[in-house]
């Protein structure tokens, strides 16, 4: 199995944990990203992003989860629509409100700002080293680095759930990829170190009922609250695939590639994003060629998942959140 850690001369057993800001649009499955980053990371701040929902959902999500966990973490929302193309949500999958399923406690604290991309930038200018994480739409990310391209060499790296050889969205296209083609590819792009957790990887990692009853054993608020969601979720997701025994949990694995590399194997490649096609609109077009002329690899894209380790970590970190 691949070791490489991705976070460079940061390990797992470092006492100083990765930098990152989580870029997010809660969702249940960036509900889960934001257990795991508060637990395993110096999570720097949130931002928000419109994507699983409007922007004002994702934002009061994002709320949610920092009430319900208690963690002092600032929070700013984001874009509201993507650069070009017309905003588009995915409640078919995650409801209404962006986390149907569970009963929402009321956030304590209001947002801190609504300027997430200046957030960005000072935040990384001040840390220099910090990963990027985006767990939806890549605006944020992408308007972030083309207002200040002194991040590209400031970052330590991108860590992003989207794309792979297939698509959820459409045919080719996987969602968040799809709702924002053109900062996806200012983003793959950007000539930093880059992980790609793809549909091929997260589709391995399931909540299937065995392991959504695991979170709920665990006891507690968090718990029962996580729980709760991994039932709505993983019901929309057997309802609508012939082949899921529960919901794909995306997005944490995008923050375990930095906190636990050592569960995941990888390859190198190069990634380009598709446009504007009218079937293909938002496919990143993986290069798996063997010609010695192939573009120089971006992209360290996620293969495959050790699935009971990271889930033993969700778990650990729900734990660490209920006692």
Do not use: K
């Not at 460079?8 to 870029?23: N, R, W, Y």
């Not at 309802?239 to 590639?257: E, F, L, N």
């Not at 993986?286 to 969700?314: H, K, W, Y």
């Amino acid at each position: 199995m691949t070791t490489r850690n991705f976070v460079g001369e940061v390990s797992q057993d470092d006492t100083s944990p990765t930098q990152i800001i989580l870029d997010c649009d809660p969702g249940h499955d960036d509900a889960t990203a934001i257990v795991v980053a508060a637990r395993h990371t110096r999570l720097l701040g949130i931002t928000t992003v419109a994507g699983n929902a409007p922007l004002e959902r994702t934002t009061a999500n994002a709320l949610v989860m920092r009430h319900l966990l208690g963690i002092d973490v600032p929070v700013h929302s984001g874009a509201d629509r993507p650069l070009v193309v017309p905003a588009s949500h995915a409640e078919y999958v995650h409801g209404e409100s962006g986390m149907d399923g569970a009963d929402l406690p009321v956030p304590d604290r209001a947002l801190d700002s609504t300027d997430a991309v200046g957030f960005i930038i000072d935040t990384v200018r001040a840390n220099e080293g910090a990963w990027l994480v985006p767990t939806g739409p890549l605006t944020n990310i992408a308007l972030a680095l083309r207002a200040a391209p002194d991040l590209a060499r400031r970052i330590g790296g991108i860590s992003l759930m989207g794309g792979g050889t297939f698509g959820n969205r459409t045919a080719a296209a996987e969602f968040n990829i799809w709702c924002d083609p053109d900062a996806a590819s200012i983003v793959f792009g950007y000539g930093g170190p880059l992980v790609m957790t793809g549909l091929d990887l997260s589709h391995q990692f399931q909540a299937t009922p065995e392991r959504i009853a695991s979170v709920r054993a665990i006891g507690g608020r968090v718990s029962g609250l996580l729980a709760d969601l991994f039932d709505f979720f993983s019901a929309m997701y057997v309802s609508r695939h012939d082949d899921m025994q529960g919901a794909a949990v995306h997005d944490p694995c995008a923050v375990m590639a930095l906190t636990h590399p050592q569960i995941f194997e990888s390859r190198q490649v190069h990634v380009a994003v598709e446009t504007h096609g009218r079937l293909t609109r938002g496919m990143t077009v993986v290069d798996q060629r063997s010609l010695l002329e192939r573009p120089a690899p971006n992209c360290t894209m996620l293969t495959s998942i050790d699935v009971d380790a990271g889930f033993a970590v969700i778990d650990e970190a729900i734990a660490h959140f209920s006692a």
